[in-house]
């Protein structure tokens, strides 16, 4: 299965249903400590290979960065590595604080 491609909104429906997402982070600490998603994971993009055992391969993840390009890129990989339910959050953490939590800071 490729990577689905879902907005904010969808995302946030979707964390409380019947399959909900484990949202796994992949910006860097920093970003993280500004604005984050709770709850949420972060493995930071250039971690992930070497995290990637600690994750299930059966479990449904969302990849979420600042604008959807890092994520997109951890979701590829992950597919790659035989992860089959993955999701990338489309427009990232600023669309999110536009879409779903505008108490969410942009930078």
């Known amino acids: ?17 019947d399959t909900p997402l484990h949202i796994i982070d992949v910006r860097e ?7 984050h998603i709770e ?4 493995i930071p993009l250039s971690t992930l290979p070497g995290r990637v055992q600690d994750l299930d391969p ?6 979420l ?4 390009m890092r994520s997109e890129m ?10 089959q339910r993955l999701v990338n959050i489309e427009g990232g953490i ?3 604080s536009q879409v779903v939590n505008p108490d969410i800071p942009r930078y």
């Open 74 to 83: 951890a979701a590829n990989w992950l597919a790659q590595q035989g992860f």
């Open 58 to 63: 059966e479990r449904a993840y969302a990849l």
């Open 29 to 35: 600490p920093w970003e993280y400590g500004i604005a």
């Open 94 to 96: 600023d669309a999110w």
């Open 65 to 68: 960065c600042h604008h959807g």
């Open 39 to 42: 709850p949420s994971e972060l």
């Open 1 to 17: 299965m490729a990577v689905e491609y879902l907005s904010p909104a969808e995302v946030a429906a979707r964390l409380n249903g």
